[in-house]
Nanobody
Framework: QVQLVESGGGLVQAGDSLRLSCVASGRAFSYYNVGWFRQVPGKDREFVAV???????RYADSVKGRFTISRDNAKNTVYLQMNSLKPEDTAVYYC????????????????WGQGTQVTVSS
């Protein structure tokens, strides 16, 4: 069982940066893969980035080169550094955890945070 809480969202201008944090509580956080997803009203939740227990990572093409995912298992925290933000990055961002192999499918994640709003003005 893992509980996740996201923070760090806000209202920024295009070109600005934000760092989102996902703090976990519960057992064995270091054994979980943790992903970031985002969603806008009326659309499906989409993959953003994921980091694995082994240190691997993968990014959606739309954010590759701008976003960086990292984790600090000692602090039970996963970060998403978002640079060069664009209006199309506006969404509610969620972190999620799974114990199985790396996945970019939101349906494969068992534990979810409440989400944090990111709004990028043009």
């Amino acid at each position: 069982q893992v509980q996740l809480v996201e923070s760090g969202g806000g209202l920024v201008q295009a070109g600005d940066s934000l760092r989102l944090s996902c703090v976990a509580s519960g057992r064995a956080f270091s054994y979980y893969n943790v992903g970031w997803f985002r969603q806008v009203p009326g659309k499906d939740r989409e993959f953003v980035a994921v980091t694995t227990w082994s240190g691997g990572s993968r990014y959606a093409d739309s954010v590759k080169g701008r976003f960086t995912i990292s984790r600090d298992n000692a602090k039970n925290t996963v970060y998403l550094q978002m640079n060069s933000l664009k209006p199309e990055d506006t969404a509610v961002y969620y972190c999620a955890a799974r114990g199985a192999a790396l996945s970019t499918d939101p349906g494969g994640y068992a534990y979810w945070g409440q989400g944090t709003q990111v709004t990028v003005s043009s």
